[in-house]
């Protein structure tokens, strides 16, 4: 319970961080770090329903602080969860190279959902050359910063469940003592 | 079976958390724009509410360094700008001087002062603490929300042009789709030549200039100002600066490029017009549907 109430509470930040650094910085030149975050999920989760429900609520947040459709960042980071939890079980992820490569396909597949999306609910010009344009270096980025990512969202799940452990043991150990 | 006995929960799950988002999608975007879910109260209000203070609190080492850098900076050139600017003050107010002769001459003056109050909105300066997290769409974060009057609908400016428009509201905070936004469209018009269009948002610095009329007096330069005839925003907030006109070739409609006139990578203060433009106003009813015949008895009165 710790462990999914601690990456929630990352995952509203991951949002709020991102956009304070979009005021110094284009977002196009910024990590997503919601996107890392659920793919780190999608990797090295345990449980494929508790990460599903986890990515939804955080593509939920992350739709309450942008000026999407409220649902279509929850809908996209499913996808996201999806398609990270699939490729891991078909393909080898573990790697850098493979991890960044994932991560710039899965960029430029949800950002092209994006674009259909909000042109197919609400007034937007879908798929334009401009978005694309914009993608390039969005997608690099997040590749390149895809590794780390991942590798924070594991060694965080491992320390907290490991906290987790710690608590179940330290209430066991006194009632070994007295029988 | 126990295969499937397995997989069905997960399934299940799956299902109704993207159909959950394909409803929120459709229902976010059949209601009319300003209806009772823009009004974010709960936990969805707390989490916009919790997002201004912590973005502050994120940007506020940078701001910090930015500020001291940019005042450093202008004051190496504030000498010569205080020159030139006591120079112009001085053209402008042997100008309006002139002008308010020409008016009091007229006699139009006094009329000028009755109707001035109609057209004055009281206006909410607010800080701008964060942007959209996701590049695809351009919104603001600012820190003000419905306990200081902000509601959805209501156009935000800055001292350089428009800004935007507040979409979502929080007890403390609000949310504002700028006119950069690939779903933003304003009713603009060419402040020289009063040529029509509509200013249409890319998603970039960039905005299009749209359905003009060929042969419509448009140039490179010439200032974009709102025309008021959405009813969303007033009439004569300068919009941006037209920096290229397409060839029209054999269309029946020209397009042009602007550029806008705030500075988007530079806004720190915005201010929230605190009245909203007669569609919005109607828009927006809806939440009040409870006092709708209030709200009729008020617009009736003389």
């Known amino acids: 319970m710790k462990r999914i109430l601690a990456l929630l509470a990352i995952g509203t930040l991951a949002p709020m961080i991102q956009g304070a650094i979009g005021t110094f910085i284009p977002l196009r030149y910024c990590p997503d770090l919601g996107l890392l975050l659920v793919v780190g999920l999608g990797l090295c989760w345990r449980s494929a329903a508790g990460g599903l429900v986890l990515s939804a609520?955080?593509?939920?947040?992350?739709?309450?602080?942008?000026?999407?459709?409220?649902?279509?960042?929850?809908?996209?980071?499913?996808?996201?969860?999806?398609?990270?939890?699939?490729?891991?079980?078909?393909?080898n992820l573990r790697g850098l190279l493979p991890r960044a490569t994932f991560v710039i396909l899965l960029t430029v597949v949800t950002t092209v959902a994006t674009?259909?999306?909000?042109?197919?609910?609400?007034?937007?010009?879908?798929?334009?050359?401009?978005?694309?344009?914009?993608?390039?270096?969005?997608?690099?980025?997040?590749?390149?910063?895809?590794?780390?990512?991942?590798?924070?969202?594991?060694?965080?799940?491992?320390?907290?469940?490991?906290?987790?452990?710690?608590?179940?043991?330290?209430?066991?150990?006194?009632?070994?003592?007295?029988? | 079976m126990a295969e499937f006995r397995n997989r069905t929960p997960m399934t299940a799950l799956v299902v109704g958390l993207v159909a959950f988002a394909i409803v929120a999608?459709?229902?976010?975007?059949?209601?009319?724009?300003?209806?009772?879910?823009?009004?974010?109260?709960?936990?969805?209000?707390?989490?916009?509410?919790?997002?201004?203070?912590?973005?502050?609190?994120?940007?506020f080492p940078f701001d910090l360094t930015q500020n001291a850098w940019r005042h450093y900076v202008s004051l190496l050139d504030a000498s010569d700008n205080n020159e030139g600017l006591r120079a112009r003050l001085a053209v402008l107010e042997e100008e309006n001087l002139q002008l308010r002769e020409a008016l009091i001459a007229s006699g139009r003056l006094e009329r000028i002062a009755?109707?001035?109050?109609?057209?004055?909105?009281?206006?909410?300066?607010?800080?701008?603490?964060?942007?959209?997290?996701?590049?695809?769409?351009?919104?603001?974060?600012?820190?003000?929300?419905?306990?200081h009057g902000v509601r959805s609908g209501m156009p935000v400016i800055s001292e350089h042009g428009l800004v935007g428009l507040v979409t979502t509201t929080s007890v403390r905070a609000a949310k504002a789709m700028l006119v950069l936004d690939r779903q933003s469209a304003v009713d603009g018009i060419i402040q020289r030549s009063r040529s029509r269009g509509i200013v249409r948002g890319r998603g970039t610095s960039e905005m299009d200039f749209e359905?003009?009329?060929?042969?419509?007096?448009?140039?490179?330069?010439?200032?974009?100002?709102?025309?008021?005839?959405?009813?969303?925003?007033?009439?004569?907030?300068?919009?941006?600066?037209?920096?290229?006109?397409?060839?029209?070739?054999?269309?029946?409609?020209?397009?042009?490029?602007?550029?806008?006139?705030?500075?988007?990578?530079?806004?720190?203060?915005?201010?929230?017009?605190?009245r909203r433009g007669p569609t919005m106003e109607l828009l927006y009813a809806g939440e009040q549907a409870g006092d709708l015949g209030v709200m009729a008895s008020e617009r009736s009165e003389p």
């Open chain 2, 211 to 274: 359905f003009v009329a060929r042969g419509s007096d448009v140039r490179i330069g010439d200032v974009v100002i709102s025309s008021g005839l959405g009813g969303v925003y007033p009439k004569g907030i300068r919009i941006a600066e037209v920096v290229s006109v397409s060839d029209p070739g054999t269309a029946l409609m020209q397009s042009a490029k602007l550029v806008p006139a705030v500075d988007f990578g530079r806004l720190e203060q915005v201010f929230v017009m605190l």
């Open chain 1, 57 to 91: 609520m955080l593509g939920l947040i992350a739709d309450l602080l942008s000026g999407s459709l409220f649902g279509q960042h929850m809908l996209l980071r499913i996808f996201a969860f999806g398609a990270a939890r699939a490729c891991s079980q078909k393909l």
């Open chain 2, 25 to 59: 999608m459709v229902v976010d975007r059949r209601s009319a724009p300003g209806g009772p879910e823009r009004e974010l109260s709960g936990w969805s209000g707390a989490v916009l509410d919790i997002a201004a203070p912590v973005q502050k609190m994120i940007s």
């Open chain 2, 114 to 147: 009755e109707i001035r109050a109609d057209f004055e909105v009281p206006m909410l300066p607010s800080e701008l603490v964060g942007v959209d997290p996701s590049p695809w769409f351009r919104s603001v974060l600012i820190d003000r929300g419905r306990e």
């Open chain 1, 115 to 179: 674009g259909v999306l909000t042109s197919f609910f609400a007034a937007g010009p879908g798929v334009d050359g401009e978005m694309l344009r914009e993608l390039v270096p969005h997608a690099l980025i997040n590749g390149a910063f895809a590794p780390l990512g991942v590798w924070c969202v594991e060694r965080m799940s491992i320390w907290l469940s490991e906290v987790d452990a710690g608590h179940q043991l330290l209430q066991l150990q006194p009632r070994n003592r007295l029988t």
